[in-house]
């Protein structure tokens, strides 16, 4: 009798057609997040369950599912996920860890460019009707010459740095790990204290993982740190900015704008998460762009996320170790 593996989210049908040569698939054919009761009715006798960013996988949900050997993340961030439970229960967890990295990075440049040249704003106005022709209006705040500060420079920031190259701007960052210095001449990057990147900085951008020391990492206290105006841009993890801190600068004017491609309402994990966005920055569209947490939505990225999977599941199945394991559950101890 073949496999069985439960798909939790929409995923291209090439993926579905691929594995089902050697597993019995169920798909989730909409583009609907399943609840979840509805993946546990489908996965209690499943041998592999893929996952996706909207999934949470604890020691309930695992003892729920005894035949249980894969849990194939198609993703990067798998904190929602307890690696340790399944260690001991002999879970296999892997992820996809490289493949997000450009399309994040392309977003980020996106939403900077966007929020500081109000292009929403001017898309508006156009539709409005109400456009004769230039006017002096919509004035924002271009790149060159100015100051962007990251916070982290891991694969995202490194990938970003590279793609600002010819915008003529000054590079700082703070990371508890320095890079090499060959790769900080190369991107024109210098390493600075929190404090200094934060007062020096025209644009913020984080771009660090969600744990207990990165929670709300960006918050009333941080903000009070940075030069008056200045821009901030969150497409790493929604917990990492207190959203609410964000809504009084903005309203106070100490931020000029603020960009976001992620949401604290998404830390699944997050005991005590909000519900939902705040909503005076919902309605704050004059100092605000948001994007529906789209970082990877890149079609042929997102097929190449899903087809990794596979490769995941297909090489634990041909009893091989796949090649995203995050976790040894033969050792009984994570990677």
Request: glycine fraction near 8%.
């Amino acid at each position: 009798m073949k496999p069985k593996v439960v798909i939790t989210s929409w995923v291209h049908p090439a993926v579905i057609s691929r594995l089902s040569e050697h597993c019995i698939v169920v798909p989730n054919e909409t583009r609907e997040r399943l609840s979840r009761e509805e993946i546990l009715r489908r996965a209690y006798d499943a041998d592999v369950i893929m996952t996706f960013m909207t999934d949470s996988i604890d020691k309930s949900f695992i003892e729920a599912c005894p035949r249980l050997r894969l849990v194939a993340c198609a993703l990067k961030g798998y904190d929602n996920y307890d690696v340790e439970a399944c260690t001991k229960r002999g879970i296999w967890i892997t992820n996809v860890p490289d493949l997000l990295t450009i399309p994040t990075a392309e977003l980020a440049i996106g939403l900077l460019i966007g929020l500081t040249r109000k292009i929403m704003q001017g898309d508006k106005f156009i539709r409005s009707g109400k456009f004769e022709g230039w006017r002096p209006e919509l004035y924002g705040a271009g790149l060159t010459g100015r100051t962007l500060g990251f916070i982290g420079m891991g694969a995202v920031g490194q990938a970003i740095a590279a793609r600002l190259q010819g915008y003529e701007m000054k590079l700082n960052y703070f990371d508890i790990k320095p890079l090499l210095p060959e790769y900080e001449a190369r991107w024109g990057l210098r390493r600075v204290d929190m404090g200094q990147l934060l007062a020096e900085s025209d644009y913020v951008v984080p771009m660090v993982p969600y744990n207990a020391d990165t929670l709300h990492l960006i918050n009333a206290e941080s903000i009070v740190a940075m030069r008056t105006g200045a821009y901030l841009v969150n497409a790493c993890r929604g917990s990492v900015v207190d959203e609410a801190a964000v809504a009084d600068a903005l309203a106070s004017g100490k931020l000029a704008g603020y960009a976001a491609d992620v949401f604290e309402m998404e830390e699944w994990s997050r005991p005590g998460r909000p519900s939902g966005i705040p909503a005076r920055l919902l309605m704050n569209t004059e100092q605000t762009l948001f994007t529906p947490h789209i970082g990877s939505a890149v079609d042929s990225v997102r097929l190449a996320i899903e087809m990794e999977a596979a490769t995941n599941i297909l090489q634990l199945l041909g009893d091989e170790i796949p090649q995203g394991a995050i976790n040894r559950p033969l050792e009984g101890v994570p990677v």
